[in-house]
């Protein structure tokens, strides 16, 4: 009896013939990573986040402050180490938030600033521009996608190069435990450490707490 044919599971896709390492090279391995970033959705505690691997390994955790002048959230790993600082400039049309290495607010710690592409917006698009990219006058990377459907895709500047794709994930555990959860797939040899922090300023931009713009 012949047995029922299956199609044959998508090749992993290819690595980049030069790593994207912003944040640092560690981060930057030679095969596809797939992340589960876990937001608590009734929590008094702004910016409580965890980011997983498929074993459910803790990569990462995102720290917010829920009071203060400026927006912040600082990405740690999974020992406490501060990686990353992200803060919000205010008074900016295009939700414009800046990151910094660890717990930095020193310019020359400066690593990538992102915003909106433009201040209305139907579907969500961000530019993301490299600190020595001060003229800004093409972006090194763009998000575009939907927000609401948790499902954007991260670009290489103004190519079609693919480096990061974001997507929704259901189970009953999350419904449970009032968690949100999303899954990001990073491209090889791609800073997985810098697509979670462009996922965590994707939210914060599109959530758009304060109502300034």
Excluded at 171 to 185: H, P
Excluded at 204 to 212: C, H, L, P, Y
Aim: hydrophobic share 40%.
């Amino acid at each position: 009896m012949a047995q029922p044919s299956h199609p044959a599971p998508a090749p992993p896709p290819p690595p980049l013939a030069q790593p994207v390492a912003v944040v640092n090279p560690q981060y930057c391995v030679s095969y596809p990573v797939d992340l589960l970033i876990a937001k608590k959705v009734l929590t008094l505690k702004e910016g409580s986040c965890e980011v997983t691997d498929i074993n459910g390994n803790v990569m990462f955790r995102v720290k917010g402050k829920m009071f203060s002048l400026h927006d912040q959230r600082v990405l740690i790993d999974a020992v406490g180490t501060p990686i990353l600082s992200l803060r919000q400039k205010i008074m900016t049309a295009h939700r414009r938030w800046e990151v910094y290495r660890g717990e930095s607010k020193d310019s020359k710690d400066l690593l990538f600033s992102a915003k909106k592409s433009s201040i209305l917006q139907f579907k969500t698009e961000l530019n993301v521009f490299l600190a020595a990219n001060t003229s800004e006058d093409a972006c090194d990377f763009k998000v575009k996608g939907s927000w609401g459907e948790r499902s954007c895709t991260i670009f290489l500047g103004d190519t079609n190069t693919i480096i990061a794709q974001m997507h929704r994930k259901h189970n009953l555990q999350s419904m449970v435990l009032g968690k949100e959860s999303f899954g990001v797939t990073v491209y090889p040899n791609v800073d997985y450490a810098f697509i979670v922090a462009l996922v965590v300023l994707l939210e914060e931009i599109n959530e758009d707490r304060s109502g300034d713009d």
